[in-house]
Structure formats: C-alpha cells, structure tokens
C-alpha cells in the first residue's frame, strides 16, 4: 500500500522555490545581534580588562582571576576564549562570583560604551 502522496513539479517550479527559500534564509540571518541592546544584570561593573594568561586577568591595573566556569560574551553576543583575548585592553561590563573571581563579563561596542555604570573603585569610595 503506498501511502505517500507524489506532487511532481516541473523544473523551473522546482528552482522558483528553491531560491524563494535561499532568499528567505538569507534574510532571516541578517545579524540581529546588532540590533539587540543587551540587559546587563544591575550589580555588572564597568572596568578595563586585559587577560594576562588565562585564568590570570587584570582589571583596571589590578590582577584577579577568571572563575572556573567564566562566559566572555564579545560585541556580539556570542562566547569567545579568554586566550584569543592575551594582552587586549578591552572596556568590558563583569560580574564577581561569590567568591570573588569575575565569572561574567560582556565586550562592550561603542554604544553600551557611551552608557555610563560603576566602577570598582566608586563602590570603594
């Protein structure tokens, strides 16, 4: 018993749908992390970040250490290594654990960059 229904289609149908779902696709992958303004959690600082040697990291000028389950989230969302970050000085937002190791931390593009958020060093004044 053949239970599949057969619907030929010629050629140039065939073809049409096939670059109607190309197009389709290729405008659905249209970057929307770009678009997207990212919600960083309240207690996020803002700090300069220079890895060092993975786990060893400086920020702003003082050295601290990546915990052992860190996410770095680069302009775009997405998760880079913290060794393809050695010796960049990067504007970064971040997050300690409890105990105290940065366990968060988002690149910054130019727009997040111009918003203004805590430092370190204003909580210690």
């Known amino acids: 018993m053949n239970?599949?229904?057969?619907?030929?289609?010629?050629?140039?149908?065939?073809?049409?749908?096939?670059?109607?779902?190309?197009?389709?696709?290729?405008?659905?992958?249209?970057?929307?992390?770009?678009?997207?303004?990212?919600?960083?959690?309240?207690?996020?600082?803002?700090?300069?970040?220079?890895v060092v040697q993975p786990p060893i990291v400086s920020l702003d000028g003082r050295p601290a250490q990546l915990s052992p389950g860190s996410r770095i989230r680069n302009t775009n969302n997405a998760l880079v290594l913290s060794a393809s970050l050695v010796n960049q000085e990067l504007l970064v937002n971040y997050v300690r654990d409890g105990q105290g190791l940065v366990h968060e931390v988002w690149i910054l593009n130019a727009v997040e960059a111009a918003e203004k958020r805590p430092t370190a060093s204003d909580l210690n004044d």
């Open 3 to 50: 239970r599949c229904f057969a619907f030929p289609l010629s050629a140039s149908r065939r073809t049409a749908l096939l670059t109607l779902a190309l197009l389709g696709l290729g405008f659905s992958q249209a970057s929307p992390a770009q678009n997207l303004k990212r919600q960083f959690p309240p207690a996020a600082l803002r700090g300069t970040l220079v």
